[in-house]
């Protein structure tokens, strides 16, 4: 089967660093992906992990472990702006779909 | 701005009703994805289309129907509306198949209403 977790909501202070979690268990792995979306509007593209390790973009990081199904998103230096939804999917192997988790809503409070 | 786009932005109708989504991936993309966000649930994986032909099927009801044109454009077809069928219906898409890495591109959106 496929499940993915993630937490529903998190609150963090602006300036501070906030960390999401995501556990998967899938039929098939060919990569993960974090999307931000703010509501109503489409996923952007945040970060891409196919091997294990840490990936860093500016203030966003992405880290992997495939034997134990574990990804995070970490945000540093966080804006007011950031406060959105933040979406861990998994590529499946077979034509690339993503899988996607429920999203976990940020909020960020000054 | 992605470069992908979708019409209409907006669509309201009536149950039982049969309505029309279109997508247009980036240029170049041969990949198109279709998904859809509704509130109770996180965004779900409903079909692929990479070159013209399908490629992958989600959770995609027998009611809904979707192809991709020689100009690689895609339309997702939904008939005998519900309720249920509320949601964003997102396209996107990526140069290949999915073998390698490509990210997807999203659409706006198309946000679909029935009554």
């Known amino acids: 089967g496929q499940n993915i977790d993630q937490p529903t909501e998190m609150t963090a202070t602006e300036g501070a660093i906030v960390q999401i979690n995501c556990t998967y268990q899938t039929s098939g792995f060919n990569g993960l992906f974090w999307y931000q979306q703010h509501a109503g509007e489409a996923p952007t593209f945040l970060s891409y992990n196919v091997l294990d390790g840490l990936e860093e973009k500016g203030r966003f990081s992405s880290f992997l472990s495939r034997s134990k199904g574990y990804s995070y998103l970490l945000l540093k230096e966080l804006q007011m702006k950031d406060s959105a939804s933040y979406l861990c999917a998994v590529r499946d192997n077979q034509g690339g779909k993503l899988i996607f988790g429920q999203g976990t809503e940020l909020s960020v409070k000054p | 701005d992605s470069g992908v786009t979708q019409t209409p932005k907006h669509l309201i109708t009536a149950t039982g009703q049969r309505v029309t989504l279109r997508c247009s991936p980036r240029?170049?993309?041969?990949?198109v994805y279709w998904y859809q966000q509704s509130l109770d649930q996180g965004l779900q994986f409903l079909i692929q289309?990479?070159?013209?032909?399908?490629?992958a099927k989600g959770n995609i009801l027998e009611r809904f129907s979707a192809q991709q044109f020689p100009d690689l454009h895609s339309e997702l077809n939904l008939s005998s509306l519900e309720l249920g069928d509320s949601a964003l219906y997102f396209c996107?898409?990526?140069?290949?198949?999915?073998?390698?890495?490509?990210?997807?591109?999203f659409g706006p959106g198309t946000r679909l209403t029935v009554l």
């Open positions: 289309y990479y070159n013209g032909e399908e490629r």
């Open positions: 996107a898409s990526s140069p290949s198949g999915g073998v390698s890495y490509n990210e997807q591109f």
């Open positions: 240029s170049g993309d041969l990949s």
